[in-house]
């Protein structure tokens, strides 16, 4: 119950097009929903976050559509660019206890021009 | 201002080796946890602390030993090293908005 599914596990998406990838939860206590990103040979940073109480919230290029009743949320990536090219995690965290957020097991993404 | 950093950036060692991993963080963060990153096994969590003086197991300490003395300071040892100990190694500091994390250490044991 405390897993945090993600995928797809690879993605590849040529500049300019949309990235989309998906995370399901099982723990209805879980009320927080970051984002990270990892550029190679550095560690993960905070992306972007949701909270169940909106159904998106969109920072620049960057999307997360959350879906309380089927229990996912998904980031989508505008307008993709080689810059892009990293490993995403998903997680999920109660926010009034900020210890021991559970990460999905990560998506490679490569945009190519 | 820093966050969090991460010493050595890479070591190798040879089995039955210890070693110390260490990490500071500047932003007064109460909890600070320890994971390892290995290819297709995503984020795992070893050893966390929720405030000095207090630490705690996460998925996957074997192996491994952690204190917090003061609020700044997370040190990693590893007591004997093993070839399955070769691993990106991250250690993180949290507040209530998300984690902030280190650059990582990379281990080999040889």
């Known amino acids: 119950q405390q897993q945090v599914k993600q995928s797809p596990q690879s993605l590849i998406v040529q500049k300019g097009g949309i990235s989309i990838i998906n995370c399901a939860y099982e723990?209805?206590?879980?009320?927080?929903f970051p984002w990270y990103q990892q550029f190679p040979g550095k560690g993960p940073a905070l992306l972007i976050a949701i909270r169940p109480d909106v159904s998106e919230k969109k920072e620049g290029r960057f999307t997360i559509s959350f879906n309380k009743s089927a229990k996912q949320f998904s980031l989508h990536i505008m307008d993709s660019q080689p810059g892009d090219s990293a490993t995403y995690f998903c997680?999920?965290?109660?926010?009034?206890?900020?210890?021991?957020?559970?990460f999905g097991p990560g998506t490679s993404l490569s945009v190519i021009p | 201002n820093a966050g969090v950093t991460q010493t050595p950036k890479f070591q190798v060692l040879k089995t039955g080796q210890s070693m110390t991993l260490q990490c500071a963080q500047d932003?007064?963060?109460?909890?600070m946890s320890w994971y390892r990153q290995d290819p297709g096994m995503g984020l795992r969590l070893i050893h966390y602390?929720?405030?000095?003086?207090?630490?705690d197991q996460g998925e996957v300490p074997n192996g491994y030993n952690v204190s917090r003395s003061t609020t700044e300071d997370f040190p990693l040892r590893l007591l004997s090293a093993a070839p399955s100990q070769t691993s990106v190694y991250f250690c993180?500091?949290?507040?209530?908005?998300?984690?902030?994390f280190g650059s990582g250490t990379r281990l080999t044991v040889v």
């Open positions: 723990n209805t206590a879980f009320d927080y």
């Open positions: 993180a500091s949290s507040d209530l908005r998300g984690y902030t």
């Open positions: 932003m007064n963060h109460e909890y």
């Open positions: 602390s929720v405030g000095a003086g207090i630490t």
């Open positions: 997680a999920a965290s109660i926010k009034t206890s900020y210890d021991k957020v559970i």
